[in-house]
């Protein structure tokens, strides 16, 4: 999801209201039309409880998924805009395909979590399976993905979104040396 932001997609909160009433008093402050990427976001993910133990997972988690962790399946409060005025060149560097570790994995074996967490911003998980498998869309209540899924999804998301340019695969780091002044300046 960082490149996707560094490609210049920027998070937009949507107005309609999260389950937690407390955040949603916090998102009621942002003036209208600005970017979550321009606000307090230590203030707006004080008090956040999840999955997770870094506030900004959860909050994003809470505006993407808004209460995935008790069942509900809520629409997210988000919305993306593209900015090309704000793309930050960068580079994802990866021993293997976009994906990271679900590229390795046992690719039968089903995720803990339901499929429709692994949604990314821009492209809905159930509808892009349904696509790839040639099956009907699935409800997300106890719908647990597949392994081989969540690689594929993850793979073709970088195509799909274009932002393929920044990835640099089968790259392995071995090591980092500063660069001469004079190269940088």
């Not at 960082?2 to 916090?26: C, F, K, Q, V």
């Not at 506030?55 to 962790?69: E, F, G, I, K, N």
């Not at 704000?86 to 979590?113: C, E, F, R, Y």
């Amino acid at each position: 999801m960082l490149s996707y932001i560094l490609a210049g997609n920027w998070p937009y909160y949507t107005g309609r209201p999260h389950p937690d009433e407390m955040l949603t008093a916090r998102l009621k402050g942002i003036p209208a039309g600005r970017s979550l990427l321009e606000e307090d976001l230590n203030f707006l993910s004080q008090g956040l409880e999840g999955r997770s133990n870094n506030p900004m997972s959860l909050l994003s988690d809470m505006l993407m998924h808004p209460y995935a962790d008790v069942g509900l399946d809520l629409p997210s409060l988000l919305e993306w805009r593209h900015h090309p005025e704000h793309q930050v060149d960068h580079i994802v560097l990866g021993k293997g395909p976009p994906g990271g570790a679900w590229q390795v994995m046992d690719a039968n074996i089903l995720t803990i979590s339901l499929g429709s967490w692994m949604q990314l911003p821009g492209v809905d998980y159930r509808l892009w399976e349904a696509v790839d498998s040639g099956s009907e869309v699935l409800s997300s209540r106890n719908c647990r993905a597949s392994v081989r899924s969540v690689a594929r999804y993850y793979s073709d998301y970088v195509k799909t979104r274009r932002i393929g340019r920044f990835f640099r695969n089968k790259t392995v780091v071995t090591a980092v040396r500063p660069m001469d002044t004079a190269l940088t300046q």
